[in-house]
């Protein structure tokens, strides 16, 4: 479908060691086991993201990009504890793992489960048949689930 969140090989400078990130993982993460297929999203703004396709399951690791850059712009720590702490009040992909360990990939990173999805950029996939009504239902879908981020305490959840 064109509207499937598509992978593509790792771009060159991007790339990423995937025996040793197999052997870093296994034993830390139920379920996977061996040396992961790993393909890269091309889209995001700042931060790098790769589909870590295991015999068992699909995972993605971000990390930032390489070079200096701002640490604040670029937390993995942070954007992990945000995420883990949505965990339960706010759809979320499960966040597994977070290394500071820059042996591994050169940086410090996240594993999360991956969710399976369309991204939707300036239209919308021609093969879904969507129409002004099937899009206005996603847009208030979308502003409803921003309503209720919104919403949440900060307290409760974990975040302050």
Not at 7 to 36: H, W, Y
Not at 68 to 85: L, T, V, Y
Not at 126 to 139: D, I, R, S
Request: proline letters at 7%; hydrophobic letters at 40%; one cysteine or more.
């Amino acid at each position: 479908m064109s509207g499937e969140n598509a992978t593509i090989e790792v771009r060159q400078g991007e790339e990423l060691d995937a025996k040793r990130i197999g052997k870093f993982l296994s034993g830390k993460i139920a379920g996977i086991s061996g040396t992961p297929n790993i393909r890269q999203f091309p889209s995001g703004a700042s931060n790098l993201t790769y589909a870590l396709d295991f015999p068992e399951k699909s995972l993605v690791l971000r990390r930032p990009p390489s070079g200096s850059k701002p640490k604040s712009g670029h937390d993995m720590g942070r954007e992990f504890r945000i995420m883990q702490a949505l965990q339960g009040h706010f759809p979320v992909p499960v966040c597994l793992l977070y290394s500071e360990d820059e042996d591994v990939v050169g940086a410090p990173f996240y594993v999360m489960e991956r969710v399976q999805g369309l991204l939707v950029k300036t239209e919308f996939p021609p093969e879904l048949g969507w129409g002004e009504a099937e899009a206005a239902k996603l847009c208030h879908t979308f502003f409803d689930l921003l309503v209720a981020l919104h919403k949440l305490d900060i307290d409760e959840v974990g975040l302050r």
